[in-house]
């Protein structure tokens, strides 16, 4: 038996998204992941620049990619409930580049 988290989500932590708030919709996006008693389904990084920095702020998700961009707080708790969840990723907030199924 694999002990292998179902989803791994990468907050960017580079300069513009770290300006453009990360630091907040991290504790965020930690608190939904508890609320929702996710956290042994979810395993959460800070990565390095994700390339879409005129989107700020982003992350991703595996598996996938899927790329959510121009993050807020209310994004994020969707992302949560509805992306990783009810696996059922949040269309309005993905970056134009992302996998879409
Ligand atoms: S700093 Fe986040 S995409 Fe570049």
Do not use: F
Not at 38 to 57: A, M, T
Not at 65 to 78: D, S
């Amino acid at each position: 038996m694999s002990d292998e988290k179902q989803y791994r989500v990468y907050l960017c932590g580079g300069s513009s998204c770290t300006a453009c708030g990360r630091d907040a919709l991290l504790r965020v996006l930690e608190d939904e992941l508890w609320a929702w008693e996710l956290e042994s389904e979810v395993e959460v990084y800070v990565s390095g620049c994700q390339d879409h920095c005129d989107y700020s702020p982003n992350l991703k998700i595996w598996p996938g990619p899927y790329q959510y961009k121009a993050l807020t707080t209310e994004a994020i708790k969707k992302i949560v409930e509805q992306h990783l969840l009810n696996n059922t990723p949040v269309a309005e907030h993905l970056a134009d580049s992302s996998h879409r199924r």
